[in-house]
């Protein structure tokens, strides 16, 4: 399990080098960088359509580079130095019919 990212079973641990990188990687790690995205890059705006997304009912998709909404609306964030809030926002507000729900 070389891609496995514990450190208890993933191979990459177990290689020497891979520890030393291992090591350095914790030495510099921010924790809250798992729940804060760099306010200076287009994270923030993934962040920010992630936050919409949780709280919605819409299906939606998000790459490193797009933000799509039930396959039909979508939001290309090609430049990874630009933060995108204002886009994110208007793309966001667009009015989008509620899924269906469904009765079981």
Request: aromatic letters at 12%; a neutral charge; one cysteine or more.
């Amino acid at each position: 399990e070389y891609h496995n990212i514990d450190p208890a079973k993933g191979l990459f641990f177990g290689v020497n080098a891979a520890k030393r990188i291992g090591e350095w990687n914790n030495s510099v790690r921010h924790p809250a960088a798992s729940f804060h995205p760099p306010t200076d890059t287009r994270a923030c705006g993934r962040a920010q359509a992630v936050a919409w997304f949780q709280k919605s009912d819409q299906p939606y998709v998000i790459n490193w580079d797009s933000i799509a909404c039930d396959n039909r609306d979508f939001l290309v964030m090609g430049n990874p130095f630009e933060v995108y809030s204002e886009e994110v926002a208007k793309f966001l507000a667009q009015p989008r019919a509620s899924r269906p729900v469904r009765s079981e």
